[in-house]
């Protein structure tokens, strides 16, 4: 019979670890409720233990060394929220050998060193619960793991890093520019300790990579994800797409194409009537579609202390409760590797802005190329500017992105053509 009490050793007291220490404290009474068990946090790994922390916890110990997690008998869970792919590796991997079950929001680590541990819990029937890792406070792990298991899923696509959907809302509704934008997302505990994850990218693509395992049944090597960040959104484009109604987002998608993923994570127009153009802040969401449920929708928010310790309590609890242990929503933990789909092949209007010299006939130029590799043009829209040359931003109907691609790459290669890099956005 499980001892009254789930003892919890937690690595990490900065935003989600103080979220998670606030949450179990305050509603405690709730959560031994619905567990029938006390959830206490004995020892606290930090790396400056001298360092203020906005919570209280009476009675944990504040240590630097895992070993006092690790080494210590009387506990059952190790929450692991200090990041990164190295000491939290090692942590895991040691709790998980020392038969300690294991709840973690590490995306980096699951989608880049996932296997092993994931393998290791299984083998041990511990568990490896991460639900925080994808979405913060959005429940998409257990609903792909558990309340959608019956479908075949056809299809994800989302928002999912809070920090550059917080800077593109911002740099949107309020004009801000980028780093202005990124600062406030830092001050608010949404960025990685890293924040290049955050905008180039990254952190969107290891939460891809997750979600493609648990929807799809395939481990998707995270160096062949085409990844594409939102650091070079610039206002003018922000502009120009709400001028023809549409607002830019930084998606991750997904979806079975004749037994291959297709999967990408990119910044897109959307129409802005669409649902996720309205996601805004540090909010995401996810779009599922599943062969008997159809469409189903998922919105909340995707980062912060508060989101992302609920998330982590949940798994806590369900620990507490006894549930077995089921981290990957397969038996086997050996997905085999999925068959890939190049992005390139994936069909959808482009969004496409030159910056030209104002000269007789570069339009006929431009145009020609994207004539010569088969793309239509829908709207052709030349701006002045106070800068040199003139702005052109076409429009395309549908075509291969492996066409626009091509075109970019001619264009680009004939040096009098262009004065800058080409803005290339997807239309979804
Ligand atoms: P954070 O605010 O930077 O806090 C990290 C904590 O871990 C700090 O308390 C730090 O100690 C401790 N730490 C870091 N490296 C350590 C080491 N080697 N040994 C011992 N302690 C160490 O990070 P966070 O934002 O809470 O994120 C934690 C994890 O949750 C990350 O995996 C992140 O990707 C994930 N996550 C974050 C959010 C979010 O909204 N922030 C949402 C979902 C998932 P000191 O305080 O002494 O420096
Ligand atoms: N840095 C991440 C984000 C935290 O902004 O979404 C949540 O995973």
Known sequence: MA?????????????????????????????????????????????????????EIPGASIVTDASALIDDPEIDVVVELIGGTTAAYDLVHAALSAG?????????????????????????????????????????????????????????????????????????????????????????????????????????????VLLIRLAFGRSYPMARLPVWGVSQVSPMDIAHAAEFGYTIKLIAQAREVGGKIEAGVYPALIPAHYLLASVNGSFNAVRIEGDAVGQVMLYGRGAGDMPTGSAVAADVMAIARGRAANNTGFVTQDLPEADILDLDEAVSCHYLRFLVPDRTGVLRDLSGVMADHGISLEQVVQKK???????????????????????????????DLTLAPIMHYRIL
């Open 3 to 55: 001892k009254r009490e789930l003892v919890l050793g937690l690595a990490g007291l900065g935003t989600v670890g103080s979220g998670l220490a606030r949450i179990l404290h305050d509603r405690a009474a709730a959560i031994e409720a619905r567990t029938g068990r006390a959830v206490r946090i004995k020892t606290i790994l930090v790396r400056d233990p001298a360092k203020p922390r906005p919570v």
């Open 100 to 208: 300690k079950h294991v709840v973690t929001a590490n995306k980096a680590l699951l989608a880049e060193r996932g296997v092993p541990l994931f393998r290791l819990a299984g083998e041990k029937g511990l568990h490896l619960a991460h639900e925080a890792s994808v979405a913060g406070g959005i429940p998409i792990i257990e609903t792909l793991k558990e309340s959608l298991a019956a479908n075949r899923i056809e299809k994800i696509m989302g928002i999912l890093n809070g920090t550059a959907n917080y800077i593109l809302t911002r740099m949107t509704e309020a004009g801000l520019g980028f780093d202005a934008a990124l600062a406030e997302a830092q001050a608010r505990g949404y960025a990685e300790a890293d924040p290049t994850l955050d905008v180039e990218g990254g952190d969107t693509a290891h939460k891809l």
């Open 385 to 415: 500017w106070d800068g040199p040359g003139v702005q052109l931003v076409f429009f395309t109907h549908e075509c291969p992105a492996g066409a626009v691609h091509a075109a970019m790459r001619a264009i680009e290669a004939q040096r």
